[in-house]
C-alpha cells in the first residue's frame, strides 16, 4: 500500500459565497478546492511558489466536482485534500468536503494539473525538483 498524505483545510462559509437563496453558488466549490490545495502545500512543502521558482506553472486541467448537499451560509467545512501519486508528469488531488455540524459528506472532487513552462509548453517528464519532494515525503525511494 503506498503512503497517502492528506490535509484537512478549515472554512467559513462567507456571505458572499451564497446566492439570494442563502445557499453557496457552485462555482465557489472550485476556490474551496483551490484553498485545499494551498493547505496541502503549506504543510508539506510544496507551495506554488516552489514551482514559480522552478519555472513551471501547474495549470488545473481537469475538475470534477459532484455535489452531494446543499452548503448554507454560515456553515463550517472541512476541505479534506488527498494527493494521489503518480508516474505520470502530473498532479492529481481527491477531494471530500464535510459539514462541521452534522458530519454529512457535501462533495467530493477530483483535480488535475499538469506541469508546464511559462511560454505554455507542456512537459512530459516530472521535473528534478518535484521528483526530490516525492522522495522527501517517502512517496518514493
Same mark, same amino acid.
Given at each position: 500500500?503506498?503512503?497517502?498524505?492528506?490535509?484537512?483545510?478549515?472554512?467559513?462559509?462567507?456571505?458572499?459565497?451564497?446566492?439570494?437563496?442563502?445557499?453557496?453558488?457552485?462555482?465557489? #466549490?472550485?476556490?474551496? %478546492?483551490?484553498?485545499? +490545495?494551498?493547505?496541502?502545500?503549506?504543510?508539506?512543502?510544496? &507551495?506554488?511558489?516552489? @514551482?514559480?521558482?522552478?519555472?513551471?506553472?501547474?495549470?488545473?486541467?481537469?475538475?470534477?466536482?459532484?455535489?452531494?448537499?446543499?452548503?448554507?451560509?454560515?456553515?463550517?467545512?472541512?476541505?479534506?485534500?488527498?494527493?494521489?501519486?503518480?508516474?505520470?508528469?502530473?498532479?492529481? #488531488?481527491?477531494?471530500? %468536503?464535510?459539514?462541521? +455540524?452534522?458530519?454529512?459528506?457535501?462533495?467530493?472532487?477530483? &483535480?488535475?494539473?499538469? @506541469?508546464?513552462?511559462?511560454?505554455?509548453?507542456?512537459?512530459?517528464?516530472?521535473?528534478?525538483?518535484?521528483?526530490?519532494?516525492?522522495?522527501?515525503?517517502?512517496?518514493?525511494?
Amino acid at each position: 500500500m503506498s503512503k497517502k498524505l492528506t490535509t484537512t483545510k478549515r472554512i467559513r462559509v462567507r456571505f458572499n459565497e451564497v446566492d439570494s437563496l442563502g445557499i453557496v453558488w457552485h462555482g465557489h #466549490f472550485v476556490k474551496y %478546492l483551490e484553498d485545499g +490545495r494551498e493547505d496541502f502545500g503549506a504543510k508539506h512543502g510544496l &507551495t506554488y511558489l516552489d @514551482f514559480k521558482a522552478n519555472n513551471f506553472a501547474i495549470p488545473v486541467v481537469k475538475c470534477d466536482i459532484n455535489y452531494k448537499i446543499a452548503v448554507q451560509y454560515g456553515d463550517e467545512v472541512d476541505v479534506e485534500t488527498t494527493y494521489h501519486d503518480t508516474t505520470a508528469a502530473k498532479l492529481v #488531488f481527491n477531494y471530500r %468536503l464535510f459539514n462541521i +455540524r452534522t458530519g454529512e459528506l457535501l462533495a467530493t472532487a477530483k &483535480t488535475i494539473q499538469v @506541469f508546464t513552462s511559462f511560454t505554455r509548453e507542456l512537459s512530459y517528464v516530472e521535473p528534478a525538483f518535484f521528483t526530490e519532494w516525492r522522495k522527501k515525503v517517502g512517496l518514493i525511494e
